[in-house]
């Protein structure tokens, strides 16, 4: 990986819910925080799925490199209406922060949009560059009946598109079978691009 980030690390995690329902208003709320806010290259930016009785929708959270950028991040989005959430402190209308929070904190779940790494990861790369250039650390065949790691030289069609998740406290990119024996993300872009607006 050609990004400094430590995955075993602990990093603050900042929670953010800004009233989003789809998967598609969270990626985009991720990339304008992003700007917005300049977040660093190092941070890791997820969407929650929140289903309480109070809220069903999608949350974000932002995995920050040190206390500092989480602290600068902190102030600006306090100057906002969003709820957020950061170790104790809350802002607004914060339940779906806290939960989101919690989840990245624990790399329990949560699905990333941004990510060390993640801008290389266009068009065709092997599955060993995959984990190479970005931090994801661990890649999965659907159904695979043998668990056995796909072979790094597989090439992995990216489709500019690329959604690993938290799980079991590994940033997993799920994959299934293209042709030619080869592989493409299981999530597959949205047919309208939902950023053409952002770089």
């Given at each position: 990986?050609t990004t400094?980030y430590d995955p075993s690390g602990?990093h ?8 989003t329902?789809t998967?598609?208003?969270?990626d ?7 700007t917005t ?11 929650h799925?929140?289903?309480t ?5 999608t949350?974000v ?8 950028a ?21 802002h607004g ?17 949560g ?7 993640s801008?290389?990861l ?15 650390d661990?890649?999965i ?9 796909p ?6 069609h ?24 080869t ?11 939902c950023?053409?607006?952002?770089p």
């Amino acid at each position: 990986m050609t990004t400094p980030y430590d995955p075993s690390g602990v990093h603050p995690v900042i929670g953010v819910d800004a009233g989003t329902t789809t998967l598609r208003e969270a990626d985009h709320l991720i990339h304008d925080l992003a700007t917005t806010l300049a977040l660093p290259p190092e941070t890791v930016a997820c969407t929650h799925l929140i289903r309480t009785e109070t809220r069903r929708g999608t949350a974000v959270s932002l995995e920050l490199p040190d206390g500092e950028a989480a602290e600068k991040a902190w102030q600006q989005l306090t100057a906002t209406e969003m709820g957020a959430a950061l170790d104790d402190r809350r802002h607004g209308p914060s339940a779906a922060a806290v939960l989101a929070a919690a989840e990245h904190t624990a790399h329990r779940s949560g699905r990333a949009v941004l990510f060390p790494g993640s801008d290389q990861l266009t068009g065709t790369v092997t599955v060993a560059d995959l984990l190479q250039l970005s931090a994801v650390d661990r890649v999965i065949v659907v159904g695979a009946t043998s668990g056995e790691a796909p072979d790094p030289v597989t090439p992995v069609h990216t489709q500019d598109h690329v959604r690993p998740e938290w799980r079991e406290g590994h940033l997993t990119l799920a994959l299934v079978p293209a042709a030619s024996n080869t592989l493409a993300p299981f999530e597959v872009p949205n047919p309208t691009p939902c950023c053409a607006d952002h770089p």
